[in-house]
Antibody, heavy 122, light 107 residues
């Protein structure tokens, strides 16, 4: 059974930093592109970032480019999101999501974690 | 950037009804479209990918159609567990955007 478990969400002040983690199990982690998708309270879904199976390619939404860094450790079946220079508009539930394509990036999310809440507030 | 527009934003229906939700892309995306279902307090669930392919384990009452700029999600006979919010998402080009969501409520 595929499982994705996020952690690291807390309340942080504007301008602060935070690192989110996602522990994956139930599939061959290093075969798949992984993503972060966020959802502000009461709002819709926003794709944030992706990392290829080997970590060689990363992409970001314009709203986070230059502030967030995605990474992975395939030896630990783990995905990370380093979030710097946080803004109030970054307040959201952050989901880790698995790409549907094996060995390729399909940009379709077939498994999601339950999310970790990041609140940026003074 | 490609904008995804869903309609309606909300719809009320009864168990057993047939419901259709539409999604329009601001430019052509071929068949690179997915549909997700989200229930309150839960993560989204993939229903349809490549516009019309049913994800494994999803009931056959869900179907998708369309290509280019216009797409539909149809639920043939609503069940109580189908009341949720539905999102479309384009997988054609960066940045990979979602529609604003359609809330399906019980009449």
């Amino acid at each position: 059974e595929v499982q994705l478990v996020e952690s690291g969400g807390v309340v942080v002040q504007p301008g602060g930093s935070l690192r989110l983690s996602c522990a994956a199990s139930g599939f061959t982690f290093d075969d798949y592109t992984m993503h972060w998708v966020r959802q502000a309270p009461g709002k819709g879904l926003e794709w944030v970032s992706l990392i290829s199976w080997d970590g060689g390619s990363t992409y970001y939404a314009d709203s986070v480019k230059g502030r967030f860094t995605i990474s992975r450790d395939n030896s630990k079946n783990s995905l990370y999101l380093q979030m710097n220079s946080l803004r109030t508009e970054d307040t959201a539930l952050y989901y880790c999501a698995k790409d549907r394509g094996a060995g390729d990036t399909a940009m379709v999310f077939d498994y999601w974690g339950q999310g970790t809440l990041v609140t940026v507030s003074s | 950037d490609i904008q995804m527009t869903q309609s309606p934003s909300s719809v009320s229906a009864s168990v057993g009804d047939r419901v259709t939700i539409t999604c329009q892309a601001s430019q052509g995306i071929s068949s690179w479209l997915a549909w997700y279902q989200q229930k309150p307090g839960k993560a989204p669930k993939l229903l349809i990918y490549a516009a019309s392919s049913l994800q494994s384990g999803v009931p056959s009452r869900f179907s998708g159609s369309g290509s280019g700029t216009d797409f539909t999600l149809t639920i043939s006979s609503l069940q109580p567990e189908d009341f949720a919010t539905y999102y479309c998402q384009q997988a054609n080009s960066f940045p990979y955007s979602f529609g604003q969501g359609t809330k399906l409520e019980i009449k």
